[in-house]
């Protein structure tokens, strides 16, 4: 049975920074596209940023130069640093595995406050 599981999320303030780590396991995770997702209240779940050996890598506007995407095959885990942290970066963040057959995380809750 495929599973992914996010972990990293939490509070932080504006100006920090996060890592975010999604484990899969049940598939064969070096062939899938990895992405990672936001929902925040009350908003639509857009994409943050997306790994593929054959399209490479893509971030939303607005995290471009402050979050990271990467992946470890060896560790089936796909990362996702988040720095200089802004308030309205606070949402759940899922990420999703694509190639034969879509896979979703349960999500993590990230939260920027003071």
């Known amino acids: 049975q495929a599973q992914l599981v996010e972990s990293g999320g939490g509070l932080v303030q504006p100006g920090g920074s996060l890592r975010l780590s999604c484990v899969g396991s049940?598939?064969?995770?070096?062939?899938?596209?990895m992405s990672w997702y936001r929902q925040a209240p009350g908003k639509e779940r857009e994409l943050v940023a997306r790994?593929?050996?054959?399209?490479?890598?893509n971030y939303a506007d607005s995290v471009k130069g402050r979050f990271t995407i990467s992946r470890d095959d060896s560790k089936n885990t796909v990362y996702l640093q988040m720095n200089s942290l802004k308030p309205e970066d606070t949402a759940v963040y899922s990420c999703r595995a694509t190639h034969i057959f879509v896979y979703w995380g349960q999500g993590t809750q990230v939260t920027v406050s003071s």
């Open positions: 790994i593929s050996s054959i399209t490479g890598i």
């Open positions: 049940g598939f064969t995770f070096s062939s899938y596209a």
